[in-house]
């Protein structure tokens, strides 16, 4: 698994409290110290990327060790941004007298399902499309593995609600006549010819409904982009963590399905917290009885894929020279 920390763009997921933030760390150290520029990045709306590296993380990259930066995005933030765009775009066009009433709309929204998910793929899409970024590895501490799921497969639901809304602006008689003739030029890598960066179907229509359009377009084109090198395999890798439990064996089992049936490359499991050969006592011998079970379930069912294990370790892993000593482990482990 050692090829997984050359590529640009590495996913660590799994269910809730297994230790994928440790693990999405452990990584980031690993790889800094293997002279990659790396950026580490928590989407969790949970925050622990902090407590692990025992840190102080913002919304911005913080410089933690020679070429390792790590940041916390803030959900709650990326919706304010979202909405103040938004509202400064609607504002040059509402009249004064409407203005307290958008205002109040844009409120609403703030608690309206799904928001927090749009602003954050917003940005999250924005960081693998940068090419310009200053780091060789990304590698992205997400959500539980529903959040992650959703967030990986919203691009297609916002593209075709994006596609709807174009579709059905028949106040635009310019616009529906646009819609109504136009294809994708021959040759040309996109599903639609409102994808093609070097088409502007807009050009000839009124102020109003060319930026509102190309507002949209350009929202659809970014969230294509980072589907794209999400599902390039060469580029990106999803890695899930997992303990030798019955539930995150379940869960784990139903997201790499999930994930390889859209297409997202899944290049393996760390199964951890298993517990040692030589742990003692009764109790302890029980468990590893029943955890044995639970091992041979994980490798017939995810036979497929690599299953490096991390023992259960005496201690919490917390602030950089535990790290430093996970990122050793890790690396014996074919990292």
Known sequence: MKELLDKRLLWVGGKGGVGKTTVAAALAVLAAGRERRVLVV?????????????????????????????????PDAEVEA????????????????????????MRLTRQSPGTQEAALLERLSRIVTDDGAAYDLVI???????????LLTLPE??????????????????????????????????????????EDPFSDLDERTRDVAR????????????????ENAEESGFLFVMTPERLPILETVRAVQALEAVKVPVAGVVVNRVIPDDADGDF?????????????????????????????????????????????????LGF
Do not use: C
């Not at 955890?291 to 023992?311: T, V």
């Open 42 to 74: 928590s989407t969790d709306p949970a925050h622990s990327l902090g407590d692990v590296f025992d840190r102080e993380l913002g919304d911005a990259p913080r410089r933690l060790l020679p070429n390792l930066d790590a940041m916390e995005i803030d």
């Open 82 to 105: 979202h909405l103040a765009r938004v509202t400064e775009q609607m504002r040059r066009y509402a009249a004064p007298e409407m203005m307290q009433e958008l205002e109040r709309q």
């Open 140 to 150: 992205f501490d997400t959500a539980p593995t529903g959040h992650t799921l959703r």
């Open 157 to 198: 639901a916002m593209a075709a609600w994006t596609d709807g809304l174009l579709a059905h602006n028949r106040k635009s008689e310019e616009l529906g006549k646009v819609l109504s003739h136009l294809t994708p030029k021959q040759g040309r890598d996109v599903a639609t010819p409102f994808d093609d960066p070097q």
């Open 215 to 230: 507002t949209l377009i350009e929202r659809r084109r970014l969230f294509h982009r980072a589907r794209r090198r999400i």
């Open 284 to 332: 302890l011998r029980a468990r590893r009885m029943q955890e044995s079970s639970y091992l041979a379930r994980i490798d017939e069912q995810l036979e497929h894929l690599p299953r490096p294990r991390l023992p259960l370790l005496p201690s919490d892993v917390h602030g950089i020279p535990a790290l430093e000593e996970l990122a050793s482990r890790l690396e014996s």
